[in-house]
């Protein structure tokens, strides 16, 4: 069975700078989607960046990256330019491309405090 | 804008009264999920559909129950609530049919139902 750590269950930033919050996952798998969720306090979960595990190249959106490294089963999320709003829960998630699979494994979490 | 929609978005229910949670969509997606989420946890998975097909999870409880009776709508049925269902239940959608459309694979999620039990 698939699993996803996050190791991290807290994570500090001073706004403007950038921090990186870590995810390991462990699967027999070779094609998988990877994600990254932001679930703000008491708003809704939304999607922040998705990765498929065929892509060599890191996925990016705006200030958001990943660095995805298959054969270590890393996925770290690298928050550039941090803002206020960027404070929330982040879960690293993990979801097999294998037909017939619809599941998504979740990460315990990781709650992101962006001081000022 | 196509969306996830959970109602009531609060729910106070008292200890072993039946209890109704529903989700609707319009974003047409084939699978829709119902979560359990604990303060400061990981959403935790109850069922999934796949279009009709019901999927439980093995340690889901039997007081949960689930229908969905078309694309649009699911609903999640407590049948005796505990103090310990008190939580926050997420419905999420999933388009897994077709790969060209934005979004294939990805959860979209509701903004969730917070029940309270007394």
């Known amino acids: 069975a698939q699993t996803v750590t996050q190791s991290q269950p807290e994570m500090s930033v001073q706004e403007a700078e950038t921090v990186t919050l870590s995810c390991t996952y462990d699967?027999?798998?070779?094609?998988?989607?990877l994600f990254w969720y932001k679930q703000p306090p008491s708003r809704q979960m939304i999607l922040v960046i998705r990765?498929?595990?065929?892509?060599?190249q890191n996925a990016t959106e705006n200030r958001f990256s990943v660095n995805f490294q298959k054969a270590a089963k890393s996925f770290s999320l690298k928050i550039s330019d941090s803002q206020l709003g960027d404070a929330a829960m982040y879960f690293c998630?993990?979801?097999?491309?294998?037909?017939?699979?619809?599941?998504?494994?979740f990460g315990t979490g990781t709650r992101l405090k962006v001081l000022a | 804008d196509a969306m996830v929609i959970q109602n009531p978005r609060y729910q106070v229910t008292q200890f072993g009264k039946p209890v109704t949670l529903s989700c609707s969509q319009t974003?047409?997606?084939?699978?829709m999920y119902w979560y359990q989420q604990k303060s400061s946890q990981a959403p935790k998975l109850l069922f999934h559909?796949?279009?009709?097909?019901?999927?439980n999870e093995a340690d889901t409880p039997d007081n949960f129950q689930s229908r969905r009776p078309n694309t649009s709508f699911c609903f999640l049925d407590i049948r005796s609530p505990g103090l310990g269902d008190a939580a926050m239940y997420l419905c999420?959608?999933?388009?897994?049919?077709?790969?060209?459309?934005?979004?294939?694979?990805?959860?979209?999620f509701g903004p969730g139902t917070r029940l309270t039990v007394l």
């Open positions: 990765q498929e595990a065929y892509k060599q």
């Open positions: 699967t027999s798998e070779s094609d998988y989607y």
């Open positions: 974003l047409n997606h084939n699978v």
């Open positions: 998630a993990y979801r097999s491309a294998n037909s017939g699979t619809y599941k998504y494994i």
């Open positions: 559909y796949y279009d009709k097909d019901f999927n």
């Open positions: 999420a959608t999933s388009n897994s049919l077709f790969p060209t459309r934005q979004g294939y694979n990805e959860q979209f």
